[in-house]
T-cell receptor, first 114, second 116 residues
């Protein structure tokens, strides 16, 4: 069982829809991350939150909007996505931003844009 | 930015045999961390093993061990007594000890098949 829970597991949406991806962890971790992963490629970092504050935005288009309402929850709000945004979206968490802390990943949300 | 290279897109191993996955990286830093992650078809990225650059001793976790050659900037993963459950995509990752934000630099991955 994963300690980082992502919902939904699958999502199909049209380009005009608004939807949200949710990530939750109860390990007391204070750093949380969103990654995008295309098939047979490594994950690409999108956003990093530390103590509920946005720490890194890797030049992600504004149609992706992250939100960290508390230390256990991380959301990714989606609006007006493009077909090329279809991918696996992974959430991860770590105790802190310290480099030696491993990241714990969720199972991901498989997103398909019609 | 650092670069991490995994030169073997695909590998296969007979069950119970040993296989080594290669990883090289490019950095001018002296302090950093290296990781191997496994991603089975279930999609979750699972930490396999971690190595601190300042430690000369190679990390070991049960059937998994690394051969860390700092001067050569090489970080290979050895899987002994391979099991069917080891079949997965394996990613090597580098993280600087100096940067904030915990940025991982991933290699392109090696797809491992275990043959019964």
């Amino acid at each position: 069982d994963t300690e980082v829970t992502q919902t939904p597991k699958h999502l199909v949406m049209g380009m005009t829809n608004k939807k949200s991806l949710k990530c939750e962890q109860h390990m007391g971790h204070r750093a949380m991350y969103w990654y995008k992963q295309k098939a047979k490629k490594p994950p690409e970092l999108m956003f990093v939150y530390s103590y509920e504050k946005l720490s890194i935005n890797e030049s992600v288009p504004s149609r992706f909007s992250p939100e960290c309402p508390n230390s256990s929850l991380l959301n990714l709000h989606l609006h007006a996505l493009q077909p090329e945004d279809s991918a696996l979206y992974l959430c991860a968490s770590s105790q802190s931003l310290h480099s030696n802390q491993p990241q714990h990943f969720g199972d991901g949300t498989r997103l398909s844009i019609l | 930015a650092q670069t991490v290279t995994q030169s073997q897109p695909e590998m296969s191993v007979q069950e119970a045999e040993t296989v080594t996955l290669s990883c090289t990286y490019d950095t001018s830093e002296s302090d950093y961390y290296l990781f191997w992650y496994k991603q089975p078809p279930s999609r979750q990225m699972i930490l396999v093993i971690r190595q601190e650059a300042y430690k000369q001793q190679n990390a070991t976790e049960n059937r998994f061990s690394v051969n860390f050659q700092k001067a050569a900037k090489s970080f290979s993963l050895k899987i002994s007594d391979s099991q069917l459950g080891d079949a997965a995509m394996y990613f090597c990752a580098y993280r600087s000890a100096l940067e904030t934000g915990n940025q991982f630099y991933f290699g392109t991955g090696t797809s491992l098949t275990v043959i019964p």
